[in-house]
Each structure stands twice: as C-alpha cells, then as structure tokens.
C-alpha cells in the first residue's frame, strides 16, 4: 500500500473566506501516484472547515451570509467569549460546516459526483491555519 501526507497551509485575507482547494487536492493525488484508494482532507483548526459542494457564482457569499444567521459574530453573548476569546460563532460555523470529506481515487483521479469540488471554510483567519491532505492506496 502507497501512502502520501501533505499539509497545505493558508493565511486568508479575510477573517471569513471560502478557499477552492481542487486543485491543490488534486495535485498530491498526483504526487501520491495512487491509482486506486481514498484521499482525506481536513481541517485542522477547530474553527476552520473542508466541505464539497460546487463552484457557482454567488455561492460562497451564500454560504458565509447563512452561517452568519445561523452564528453571527457576537462578543458579548457566548459563554465560550468570557474566556477573553471572541471566535465562539467560528467553533459552532466549523461544526455545521464540517470537519473533513474523504473522496475515492479511481483510475489516480478524484472520483467526483457532478460538480463536486473541496472547499476550504476559513471563519476566524489572518493567521496560518493547515489543512492535511493524506492518500492511501494501491
Ligand atoms: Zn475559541
């Protein structure tokens, strides 16, 4: 059995972003040379998420403004902010967002449903944040 680690790093302009990150999955895919297995991509951070869905206009924007209402960035009403801390909206957006997604390799490619792509969900960034990348296979 093959085995590839790789751990992207990023640093987000913004303290919210949405990242596509096929591309960079795709690449250490490539490196791993498996051609049949599975390809885990997670977060790091507990405020930080990797999820699949699809690269259309508006959809990013969509995504950061529904988990804005679901966890708005609020210092003063979490329990978790009296620690002097302020990212209590980014735990509960990385909860609902997710942790990792874990894809098939098929023919040493991404074995994607129709217009799935890997996003990375940055809530609390400007800072380095990881994302590990492991690929086991034949
Ligand atoms: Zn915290």
């Known amino acids: 059995m093959k085995s590839h680690t790789k751990y992207l790093t990023f640093n987000t302009k913004n303290k919210k972003e949405i990242v596509n990150i096929t591309s960079q999955v795709e690449q250490a895919v490539s490196e791993s040379r498996v051609k049949e297995g599975f390809c885990l991509v997670n977060a790091m951070h507990i405020t930080a998420s990797v999820f699949i869905n699809d690269e259309e206009s508006g959809l990013k924007?969509?995504?950061l403004e529904w988990l804005e209402k679901l966890a708005p960035y609020d210092v003063?009403?979490?329990?978790h902010n009296?620690?002097?801390e302020d990212n209590a909206h980014a735990h509960l957006k990385r909860t609902i967002m997710g942790r990792e997604v874990i894809v098939s390799i098929t023919g040493g490619k991404l074995d994607f449903g129709p217009w799935e792509q890997i996003f990375y969900g940055e809530f609390d960034g400007q800072r380095n944040k990881r994302v590990l990348i492991k690929v086991i296979g034949e």
């Open 82 to 84: 009296l620690t002097g």
């Open 61 to 63: 924007q969509d995504f």
């Open 76 to 79: 003063e009403n979490y329990r």
